[in-house]
T-cell receptor
Framework: EAGVTQFPSHSVIEKGQTVTLRCDPISGHDNLYWYRRVMGKEIKFLLHFVKESKQDESGMPNNRFLAERTGGTYSTLKVQPAELEDSGVYFC?????????????FGSGTRLTVV | DAKTTQPPSMDCAEGRAANLPCNHSTISGNEYVYWYRQIHSQGPQYIIHGLKNNETNEMASLIITEDRKSSTLILPHATLRDTAVYYCIVRVGGRGSTLGRLYFGRGTQLTVWP
């Protein structure tokens, strides 16, 4: 089966611009997660979708970040306007089941650089 | 926040077993121990998880102490491709809106040398 696909793989934008990251989960996976690692920090949870609903969005850093998953398939994460501190790698993951007894499959990430 | 403690780095000779320790002294009864790894700039890769019994799969073995306060990930025959950062994660069980979260710490940089 195809894995979790993220694109673009790299994005360089200027401060104040808008960027939209996309994640295509594994087909049939209802659960979709966004994580990110900013420079020098640990990988941090951003939010969790179950189908098209936001199950947990408490990790979103501020209202410049907007995640959507219309139709419960792919998801987008929009940053508007981007700031320098948003630079980092954004990972998406998916799982078929919600629960502590199942691992996630992560994508390769989108490296975002804000200049 | 991460509830685990791992050594920042370890190394291992190719072909030998790599034993990566993890302390999780505050783990609760319904929390699972997960291991992921991240090879260079790729996304984290799931390795194995367990609750209280030892587990084994095609990648590794997980040994959890009887009091569940620590665990060891064992790569039985390490290869150069196993060089990566290994994360030990305690994951909440039961139900609740935060069930989906994984708390990554700093992990252990494992270097396998020829």
């Amino acid at each position: 089966e195809a894995g979790v696909t993220q694109f673009p793989s790299h994005s360089v934008i200027e401060k104040g611009q808008t960027v939209t990251l996309r994640c295509d989960p594994i087909s049939g996976h209802d659960n979709l997660y966004w994580y990110r690692r900013v420079m020098g920090k640990e990988i941090k949870f951003l939010l969790h979708f179950v189908k098209e609903s936001k199950q947990d969005e408490s990790g979103m850093p501020n209202n410049r970040f907007l995640a959507e998953r219309t139709g419960g398939t792919y998801s987008t994460l929009k940053v508007q306007p981007a700031e320098l501190e948003d630079s980092g790698v954004y990972f998406c993951a998916s799982s078929q089941v919600t629960g502590p007894n199942y691992g996630y499959t992560f994508g390769s990430g989108t490296r975002l650089t804000v200049v | 926040d991460a509830k685990t403690t791992q050594p920042p780095s370890m190394d291992c000779a190719e072909g030998r077993a790599a034993n990566l320790p993890c302390n999780h002294s505050t783990i609760s009864g319904n929390e699972y121990v997960y291991w992921y790894r991240q090879i260079h700039s790729q996304g984290p890769q799931y390795i194995i998880h367990g609750l209280k019994n030892n587990e084994t799969n095609e990648m590794a073995s997980l040994i959890i102490t009887e009091d569940r306060k620590s665990s060891t990930l064992i790569l039985p025959h390490a290869t150069l491709r196993d060089t990566a950062v290994y994360y030990c994660i305690v994951r909440v069980g039961g139900r609740g809106s935060t069930l989906g979260r994984l708390y990554f710490g700093r992990g252990t940089q494992l270097t396998v040398w020829p």
